[in-house]
């Protein structure tokens, strides 16, 4: 057994090694997930995320008597057939908690630059929302509210909208005020990319430290087009947005592309899929996945809701083999350390401002469940805990799937209770295949050293 990746601390801490159990019959834990590869086969514990390498010989005793294995019974890939496997990673993440230090400062800001934006997408979540701009004395109450909250950490921003270069100048604003305080800052962005000219990225990089941006695409040109709407007339957006990828990635800025799929752009998110790898082949900033459109036009439509999620389902892995097979597949799902809580939602050191000032917790929720303005003091408390509320399990197939680990439902989320049967099948595929490109890269950063 070959060790690829090695577990993360907090989980041999707190498990230690496990024991062998004479006589015991022992089964994969259920959050292992394996994957071929040339060398033998590779397993990867999604729970203490350590990823190992079998040989062709061990794949066999794996097979045959994993009790020939002990170093997997004592890494906690194997287990007795009658472990609870839930059970210890809810123990775990239990103690995780109450060891975990507090944070002392705000340092994670989704900062919306507007609620308005350049486009008219039909599945926009913000449809029929107030457009409303940041203005500039809201821009600079927002960076002394960070320089005054981040606690002399480094602070990570994602500018947010609407399209947020749709009021460029408030990023400016904020990011010289945070600069002249000597506060340590990157950023991320979520733009559907049109307004991204040179002179903008130039500026990004060199004052805004734009790290990142993702971009959503829902087609090749003529399906992009109609479904973005932009309110320019006569100009090729697509075009537009395709030249502005490539100048962010002359810049050394990464590009995240979205795809989001339903039943009418699938077979054309599969041209596109093809599109990039030719237009941008060997950039290895640049990576894309496919995000399901379904649940609400399912509804609406008078095709069956579970028929067509399998659908979609089988398409999305479809195009993300091949974007996987052209290296632009990157790891989304895998994250080597222990997780103890959700999202930005329920930690503690990550707010959301709203153009008006306001904060929430989610940009889902921007028309209520404020927890504080920037010109206020304490944020409240009786708020913050009802975005922390946790669910439960939703289904028995639950305790069978390997996203269980990171999986942890917040009641105040949009998503709560959209998982489906088919997710553990899904998951592991999409960590299979994320595995095989971690181990590609292990390989190759072998072979420079």
Same mark, same amino acid.
């Given at each position: ?18 024991? =062998? ?10 959050? /292992? ?40 019974? =004592? ?10 496997? #839930? ?13 975990? %230090?507090? +944070? ?10 507007? !609620?308005?934006?350049?486009?008219? #997408? ?20 927002? *960076?002394?509210?960070?320089? =005054?909250?981040? &606690?002399?950490?480094? %602070? ?30 990157? !950023? ?17 990089? @060199? ?23 932009? $309110?320019?007339?006569?100009?090729? *957006? ?6 502005? $990828?490539?100048?962010?990635?002359? *810049? ?8 989001? $799929?339903?039943?009418?752009? *699938? ?22 996945? %496919? ?39 990157? =790891?989304?799902?895998? !994250?080597?350390? $222990? ?9 503690? &050191?990550?707010? /959301?401002? +709203? ?11 921007? @028309? ?44 105040? #989320? ?17 960590? !299979? ?11 190759e950063k072998g072979s420079e050293t």
């Amino acid at each position: 057994m070959k060790t690829i990746f090695e577990p993360a601390k907090p989980y041999f801490k707190l498990l230690g090694h496990q024991k =062998s159990q004479a006589g015991a019959t022992y089964r994969l834990m259920n959050f /292992v997930v394996q994957a071929e590869v040339d060398d033998g086969l590779l397993l990867l514990h999604n729970m203490t995320k350590e990823m190992v390498l079998l040989s062709q010989e061990e794949r066999q005793a794996l097979e045959q008597s994993p009790t020939d294995l002990p170093e997997l019974i =004592s890494h906690w890939f194997l287990v007795p057939e009658a472990h609870d496997d #839930c059970k210890l990673r809810q123990q775990l993440t239990h103690v995780a908690r109450l060891m975990a %230090v507090p +944070q002392t400062g705000i340092t994670g800001y989704t900062v919306m630059t507007t !609620s308005d934006c350049n486009a008219r #997408c039909f599945y926009c979540y913000e449809l029929g929302q107030a457009r409303r701009p940041m203005t500039e004395e809201t821009a600079l109450q927002t *960076a002394d509210y960070i320089i =005054s909250h981040c &606690g002399g950490e480094a %602070v990570s921003i994602e500018w947010f909208g609407g399209e947020p270069l749709y009021n460029k100048s408030v990023i400016q604003l904020i990011c010289r005020q945070l600069k002249e305080a000597g506060v340590n800052y990157t !950023s991320t962005m979520i733009s559907n990319g049109y307004l991204l000219d040179e002179d903008t990225i130039r500026e990004a990089r @060199d004052l805004w430290n734009l790290k990142e941006v993702q971009i959503t695409i829902d087609g090749t040109e003529q399906t992009y087009n109609r479904v973005k709407a932009y $309110i320019y007339q006569g100009v090729n *957006a697509y075009e537009q947005v395709m030249a502005n $990828i490539g100048h962010l990635l002359a *810049a050394d800025i990464s590009v995240s592309i979205r795809m989001n $799929i339903d039943m009418h752009n *699938a077979d054309d998110l599969e041209r596109l899929a093809a599109e990039l790898h030719e237009r941008f082949e060997g950039q290895p900033q640049l990576s894309a996945y %496919v995000h399901l459109l379904f649940e609400d036009k399912a509804k609406r439509s008078g095709v069956s809701h579970d028929d067509k999620r399998r659908q979609l389902l089988e398409r999305q892995r479809q195009i993300e083999e091949k974007l996987a097979g052209w290296g632009l597949f990157k =790891s989304r799902h895998f !994250s080597p350390s $222990i997780k103890t809580g959700h999202c930005m939602a329920d930690n503690d &050191g990550s707010v /959301v401002i +709203q153009p008006d000032g306001y904060i929430t917790k989610c940009e889902h929720h921007t @028309d209520s469940h404020h927890v504080g303005h920037i010109n206020s003091g304490e944020l409240d408390a009786g708020m913050l805990a009802w975005f922390k509320e946790k669910g439960t399990m939703l289904g028995a197939f639950c305790r069978q799937c390997v996203k269980y680990p990171d999986c942890m439902f917040l009641l105040s #989320c949009p998503n709560y209770e959209e998982c489906y049967p088919e997710m553990p099948r899904i998951y592991a595929h999409k960590l !299979s295949e994320e595995m095989k490109t971690m181990y590609k890269a292990y390989l190759e950063k072998g072979s420079e050293t």
